[in-house]
């Protein structure tokens, strides 16, 4: 978080025509007028772009098999996960053709920041407490 911490530190010297980018990033990154670390942090970003779409795409292949293999007790065949994995970033890409890539990114976090949150913090906060004080009531009663 620090890195992030001190480079969103660095933006805050451009905020009103860093408002308005973009990538603000890339604006940042260009006012440093070192091209080489400019191409080296695009690189970086793909690389983890690739990392996570790559885990994504395994996720959902790997969903699908598992309940595949449940109902006809066959494992999927690896032509199969192919195909899925395919038509998943088919899929992805005229998705992101249609919509534009800047503003899926910018929907598609703000999205899943919101299902993450009902999916993991709401059920804590409200079925984890209420468990965690069903159980201090019956062990003090």
Same mark, same amino acid.
């Given at each position: ?77 690896? &032509? !199969? ?5 395919? #038509?998943?970033? *088919? @899929?992805?890409? %005229? ?5 534009? +890539? ?7 976090? &703000? !999205? ?5 949150? #009902?999916?993991? *913090? @709401?059920?804590? %906060? ?5 468990? +965690? ?9």
């Amino acid at each position: 978080m620090l890195p992030a911490f001190l480079f969103f530190i660095c933006m805050c010297a451009f905020v009103p025509a860093i408002a308005g980018e973009a990538l603000p990033s890339d604006y940042l990154l260009a006012r440093l007028d070192q091209p080489w670390f400019r191409y080296l942090f695009q690189i970086m970003i793909f690389a983890a772009l690739l990392e996570s779409g790559t885990g994504a795409v395994h996720a959902v292949n790997e969903r699908i098999s598992t309940v595949w293999q449940a109902r006809t007790r066959k494992p999927l065949s690896t &032509r !199969a996960r192919g195909a899925i994995a395919l #038509a998943l970033l *088919v @899929v992805c890409m %005229l998705i992101a053709d249609r919509v534009g +890539l800047v503003a899926l990114i910018a929907n598609g976090y &703000r !999205a899943l920041a919101y299902v993450l949150i #009902a999916v993991y *913090v @709401v059920p804590l %906060l409200t079925i984890g407490v209420w468990r +965690l004080w069903k159980e201090r009531t019956s062990l003090n009663g």
